[in-house]
C-alpha cells in the first residue's frame, strides 16, 4: 500500500549566528493511511521541527529545508507554493499544539476560532458553520455546547481549550492529525480523557495520528510505531 505520508532523507537546517546549524540530517520514515505513529526523543531533538516541515511552517528567514522530500499523498510538498500549503493545512493536515492557551486567539469566542475553518476550507456560510461549531464541540465532549461555543478561551479550564484545539483540527476531518505533546500541561485524569478523545475520533473519521511526545506512557496509550 501507497503510504499516506512519505518522509525520504530529510535535513532541516537552521541559521544561527554561528553559522548554518543541521536540525535534521538524513530522516526517512512512513505514515499509512489510519496509522498512529509517535516521534520520541529528548527535548531539542528536532520533534517539533520536523512537524513544522510537514506543514510548511519552519521559521521564516531562518529554517529551510535543504534535502530531501515530504511526500503526501502522492504530493511532494517541498515543491509545492505556499498558495498550496494553505489549501493543505488545516484541510489535509492539522496540528494540536502543547499550550492552547497560546495558540487560541484571546479576543474571540471559541465558536468564531473553529467557525472560521469551516468557512476558509469548507466555504460554508456563517449560519452552517455556527451550527457545524457547536456539533464539533459536543464532538469533543464539552458539556452545555449551544452555551460553550460563546465563551472565550479564558472562561475554560485547560482541558476544554485543548479540546476546543482538537475540535479545530478536526473541523475539516484532515487526513492526517500532528499532536505535539497535546497533553503535557493537563494533569494525569485530563491526559486520560485527551487520549480516549483522540482515539474515538480517529476511528470515527479514519485520520492518520503523528504524537509528538516524550513520554513513554503517552507512546504506549497511543502510538502503534514510533520514530525515535
Known amino acids: 500500500?501507497?503510504?499516506?505520508?512519505?518522509?525520504?532523507?530529510?535535513?532541516?537546517?537552521?541559521k544561527?549566528?554561528?553559522?548554518?546549524?543541521?536540525?535534521?540530517?538524513?530522516?526517512?520514515?512512513?505514515?499509512?493511511?489510519?496509522?498512529?505513529?509517535?516521534?520520541?526523543?529528548?527535548?531539542?531533538?528536532?520533534?517539533?521541527m520536523t512537524a513544522l516541515a510537514i506543514m510548511g511552517l519552519l521559521p521564516d528567514r531562518i529554517g529551510r529545508i535543504a534535502a530531501g522530500k515530504i511526500i503526501f499523498d502522492g504530493e511532494d510538498l517541498?515543491?509545492?507554493?505556499?498558495?498550496?500549503?494553505?489549501?493543505?493545512?488545516?484541510?489535509?493536515?492539522?496540528?494540536?499544539?502543547?499550550?492552547?492557551?497560546?495558540?487560541?486567539?484571546?479576543?474571540?469566542?471559541?465558536?468564531?476560532q473553529i467557525a472560521e475553518v469551516l468557512r476558509h476550507h469548507q466555504k460554508l456560510s456563517k449560519t452552517a458553520a455556527h451550527a457545524t461549531a457547536i456539533e464539533l464541540l459536543d464532538a469533543v465532549r464539552i458539556p452545555n455546547p449551544k452555551a460553550r461555543i460563546d465563551d472565550y478561551p479564558f472562561q475554560m479550564s485547560g482541558g476544554q481549550?485543548?479540546?476546543?484545539?482538537?475540535?479545530?483540527?478536526?473541523?475539516?476531518?484532515?487526513?492526517?492529525?500532528?499532536?505535539?505533546?497535546p497533553t503535557t500541561a493537563l494533569d494525569v485524569t485530563v491526559q486520560a480523557q485527551i487520549f480516549d478523545l483522540l482515539r474515538d475520533l480517529r476511528r470515527q473519521?479514519?485520520?492518520?495520528?503523528?504524537?509528538?511526545?516524550?513520554?513513554?506512557?503517552?507512546?504506549?496509550?497511543?502510538?502503534?510505531?514510533?520514530?525515535v
Request: proline letters at 4%; hydrophobic letters at 45%.
Open 78 to 112: 517541498t515543491k509545492a507554493s505556499e498558495a498550496r500549503l494553505r489549501e493543505i493545512r488545516g484541510n489535509d493536515i492539522s496540528m494540536i499544539f502543547q499550550e492552547p492557551m497560546t495558540s487560541l486567539n484571546p479576543v474571540f469566542t471559541v465558536g468564531e
Open 205 to 227: 473519521t479514519g485520520t492518520s495520528i503523528i504524537m509528538i511526545t516524550h513520554d513513554m506512557g503517552a507512546v504506549a496509550e497511543m502510538a502503534e510505531r514510533m520514530i
Open 161 to 181: 481549550r485543548q479540546r476546543v484545539m482538537i475540535a479545530i483540527a478536526l473541523a475539516c476531518r484532515p487526513k492526517i492529525l500532528i499532536a505535539d505533546e
Open 1 to 14: 500500500m501507497t503510504p499516506l505520508l512519505q518522509v525520504e532523507n530529510l535535513r532541516i537546517e537552521l
Open 16 to 48: 544561527t549566528r554561528a553559522g548554518v546549524a543541521p536540525v535534521i540530517d538524513d530522516l526517512s520514515f512512513t505514515l499509512q493511511h489510519d496509522e498512529s505513529i509517535s516521534f520520541v526523543g529528548e527535548s531539542g531533538c528536532g520533534k517539533s
